[in-house]
């Protein structure tokens, strides 16, 4: 179980390799890669966070998701500062005996972390994004 | 008590963080004693429904209370992910 909030990039391919060496018991690893899209605007933004009160928020998606689906492992890794259209913003690892639980714990994970987790997107030229109403709308179907 | 302000919020009023000495019960009443402080914190409180707030880092409600807080954070909704 993990939590990261950093400015470096990450490589899906060695976190995934975190949560599975050593253990064969893992039947589905599912990962989602969040990149940045190029926008009319400029291709860069700026990504501000809230230090500490991000991690708390993402550390409670997760408990909240480990509450719904029995997950082997979890970890969420999201960044900030300036990014660049194509780079990784954000990764979330799911592992579970058997596919369905790794997939729904995900996307839930992904839809608490879009619009509960504080972070801003500002982009250059456009200024700070809106926030959409489908990622408010997306939480009702947990409930 | 120590007030934060991020994204648009953190511009409109021109710091990111400051130490607020108040009497203020809830965090309506924070908003409406900074509001009548300078028309900079008029213009970032204009559009309540554009405004998220935190009491210690908990998301939470304009009417929630501040009693024993130490950290009230003002910002847009979020866009993460």
Known sequence: MAVLVQAEDFDVGAEMA???TGRADIGALVSFTGLVREMAGGSEMVLEHYPGMTEKALEKIEADARGRWALQDCRIIHRYGPLAAGAQIVLVITASPHRAAAFEAAEFIMDFLKSRAPFWKKEAGDGWVDAREADEAALGRWT | M???????????????????????????????????REARYAAAFADMASVRVAVDQELTELSASLAGAREVAFFPPMTGG
């Open chain 1, 18 to 20: 975190l949560i599975t």
């Open chain 2, 2 to 36: 120590q007030v934060l302000y991020f994204a648009w919020m953190r511009e409109r009023i021109g710091v990111p963080k400051e130490e607020v000495e108040t009497s203020a019960e809830t965090v309506a009443e924070l908003v409406e004693e900074l509001k009548a």
